[in-house]
């Protein structure tokens, strides 16, 4: 039959334009990357086109006998890559795969500790607005007042007091690792399951820059598409214990059809995050963080707990300019061409939607090579676009070197865009 003709559909038109603003704009949330072109095949393959309810070889529909392979193999790579018995890869985005875990462990009304959302955790995370929070008993643990890292004692004297049936590590806005090896000890202590949301991550974990958690945690969740560079996406690890009732959970318990071209786009990105090449980009991604922390330590910008050892800062910007906003900062440095989030900074007086800090990561402009060098080149962007924010003259002209910038340092030369 003749297909319709895509040039007539203006979202192919939309897609070219944000295609344009990819390339030619900064790309530095923290969650963002770019994913390679394998990945992004794999995705938009003849897969999309298969139902697939149910695991490899036991499906509830005919005609799996490829995909049921494809499945397995991404499987096989993501235990392989994180030293998990097993693997389930079907969660179609990180809160599920959270959701997976809960449901396979947890009755409703049961106690979690989980860090609060406004010193850096998820909303999955036990926030009162997410099904986690309505769901579940969550008991929220944060950093400390002094040097902002997470508070163990605190956390420690929650476990013994409410004797939570999990406990939830990971964060989406915490810029120092996490040493998963005490978190098992204080389970251990309170008879606590511990899962590891390692959605931010994941990549580091990969590539070496970052402890594994695997070793010490019953489940490690994570998405597939932030430092780990894969499709959008999300994964459940777990020890062989659990892993009937997290299959169960995922399905028939909260999903139907998996993406199977999203499950074989994780295989290939999985399969790249074991190369050695990727060792040396997750490392470059932790130089670049540090070094755009000290860049911008020294155009006085107070650095949430002081610097960063991952992929993220986290920016207080009250030391910068007292008047300036999260929110403000974010649409000032939209206008420049850069792109980042607004975010609470810990014990923040300003609302969520106004917010004192802005948190920066460097996974996607590592991606396309850039180095220490253009960390401090940002720096100076970021700070000469907050600085003229009013002056359309001094905004145009760091978008101008924004777009120099980013001609130099294309996601996909390969592809011509
Ligand atoms: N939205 C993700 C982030 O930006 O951290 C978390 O789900």
Redo the contacts with the bound molecule.
């Keep these: 039959m003749p297909w319709p003709n895509s040039a007539d559909d203006p979202v192919f038109e939309m897609i070219a334009r944000e295609e344009k603003r990819q390339n030619s704009t900064l790309q530095l949330?923290?969650?963002?990357n770019f994913a390679s072109p394998a990945v992004m095949a794999a995705t938009g393959s003849v897969l999309t086109n298969k139902y697939s309810e149910g695991y490899p070889y036991k499906r509830y529909y005919g005609g799996n006998m490829v995909i049921d392979e494809v499945e397995d193999e991404a499987r096989r790579r993501v235990c392989v890559l994180f030293g998990a018995a097993h693997a389930n890869v079907q969660p179609h985005?990180?809160?599920i795969a959270n959701m997976g875990v809960y449901q396979a462990v947890l009755q409703p009304g049961d106690t979690v500790l989980g860090m609060s959302l406004d010193h850096g955790g998820?909303?999955?995370h036990g926030s009162p607005v997410n099904f986690s929070g309505r769901q579940y008993r969550f008991v929220s643990y944060g950093v400390t007042a002094s040097d902002e890292r997470i508070d163990l004692d605190d956390m420690a004297a929650k476990a013994h007091a409410e004797k939570p049936k999990l406990i939830v590590a990971g964060a989406?806005?915490y810029p120092r690792i996490i040493n998963p090896q005490p978190l098992r000890e204080l389970a251990d202590e309170v008879g606590a399951l511990l899962m590891f949301d390692a959605?931010?991550i994941a990549g580091l974990i990969a590539g070496g820059v970052h402890p594994n958690p695997m070793p010490y945690v019953d489940f490690l969740t994570f998405?597939t598409h932030?430092t780990l560079r894969g499709p959008r996406g999300g994964c459940i690890l777990c020890t062989a214990e659990h892993s009937a009732a997290v299959d169960k959970a995922m399905f028939p318990g909260i999903q139907g059809g998996p993406l199977e071209n999203t499950i074989a786009a994780k295989a290939v990105a999985f399969a790249e995050a074991a190369t050695p090449q990727f060792q040396d980009y997750a490392a470059a991604i932790v130089a670049n963080s540090a070094a755009l922390a000290a860049a911008l330590s020294a155009h006085g910008f107070r650095l949430v707990s002081g610097g960063s050892d991952n992929h993220l800062l986290l920016i207080d910007l009250r030391t910068f300019d007292a008047d300036l906003t999260g929110k403000e900062a974010q649409a000032v440095l939209d206008e420049a061409g850069i792109s980042l989030?607004k975010n609470t900074i810990p014990d923040d007086l300003r609302s969520p939607f106004v917010t004192s800090g802005v948190?920066i990561g460097t996974p996607a402009v590592t991606t396309q090579g850039m180095g220490v060098a253009e960390m401090e080149t940002i720096a100076d962007l970021i700070v000469r676009a907050l600085r003229g924010r009013g002056d359309h003259s001094a905004i145009a002209s760091v978008k101008a070197a924004v777009v120099e910038l980013c001609d130099r340092f294309r996601p996909y030369p390969e592809l011509g865009v």
Excluded: C, Q
């Design positions: 949330i923290a969650s963002e985005a990180g809160a998820h909303l999955t989406t806005a959605a931010h998405t932030k989030n948190r």
